[in-house]
């Protein structure tokens, strides 16, 4: 059972265009993670929002954590060539140290 | 400074064979984490050691994995002997004491077994 789901898992856009990416789950987190990852490479962390309702912006990225800290969203305004990659969301359960991750969204945004 | 570095990138072994995974953390991080992501699954927890110690080995598939971190500097993850199902990418992450959420992660070691 995927603790973490996350959709799409394909996403093939044209540079400029805006995107969303879902991670859900029926599980509470104490904090959720959103990370990158290039191919031949580890994730490398974006960001991480701890407080249900938080927003976090990374330049054009927007993470959003749910109200009830069960589900997030990243919103990419006008994607760039770039922005390609593997994004993996990763939450974390109150008293835990280990992740759970998504099975990862993978973008590919055409020049 | 150096990131967290894993040692080999890939491996291929035959099956019944062992193979062990090396994993260097960045200087000073206490916490050192391993996960797998077998083909077409996410990427799963395997173990938490602080310095030296196990904190938490509940996502070790079976005993044929072990898991060291003599010193509480680098760690190694051995599989003997290997089955076909233990085929993944192993990666290691490391942070610091009072800085748990901020995990660094290695690039990985592909490893094969036929």
């Known amino acids: 059972t995927q603790l973490l789901e996350q959709s799409p898992q394909f996403l093939s856009i044209q540079e400029g265009e805006n995107l969303t990416v879902y991670c859900n789950s029926s599980s509470v987190f104490s904090s959720l993670q959103w990370y990158r990852q290039e191919p031949g490479e580890g994730p490398v962390l974006l960001v991480t929002?701890?407080?249900?309702?938080e927003v976090k912006k990374l330049k054009r990225l927007t993470f959003q954590f749910g109200d009830a800290r069960k589900d997030s969203s990243l919103h990419i305004t006008a994607a760039q060539p770039g922005d390609t990659g593997l994004y993996l969301c990763?939450?974390?359960?109150?008293?835990?140290?280990?992740?759970?991750f998504g099975t990862g969204t993978r973008l590919t945004v055409i020049p | 400074e150096a990131g967290v570095t894993q040692f080999p990138s890939h491996s291929v072994i035959e099956k019944g064979q062992t193979v062990t995974l090396r994993c260097d953390p960045i200087?000073?991080?206490?916490?050192l984490y391993w996960y797998r992501r077998v083909m077409g699954k996410e990427i799963k927890f395997l173990l938490h050691?602080?310095?030296?110690?196990?904190?938490?080995e509940s996502g070790m598939p079976n005993n044929r994995f072990l898991a060291e971190r003599t010193g509480g500097t680098y760690s190694t993850l051995k599989v003997q002997p290997a089955e076909l199902e233990d085929s993944g990418v192993y990666f290691c992450?490391?942070?610091?004491?009072?800085?748990?959420?901020?995990?660094?992660f290695g690039s990985g070691t592909q490893l094969s077994v036929l």
């Open positions: 929002v701890v407080t249900g309702g």
């Open positions: 992450a490391s942070s610091g004491l009072g800085t748990v959420e901020k995990l660094f």
């Open positions: 200087s000073g991080h206490d916490n």
């Open positions: 050691f602080v310095k030296e110690s196990k904190q938490d």
């Open positions: 990763a939450g974390r359960r109150t008293g835990a140290n280990n992740l759970f």
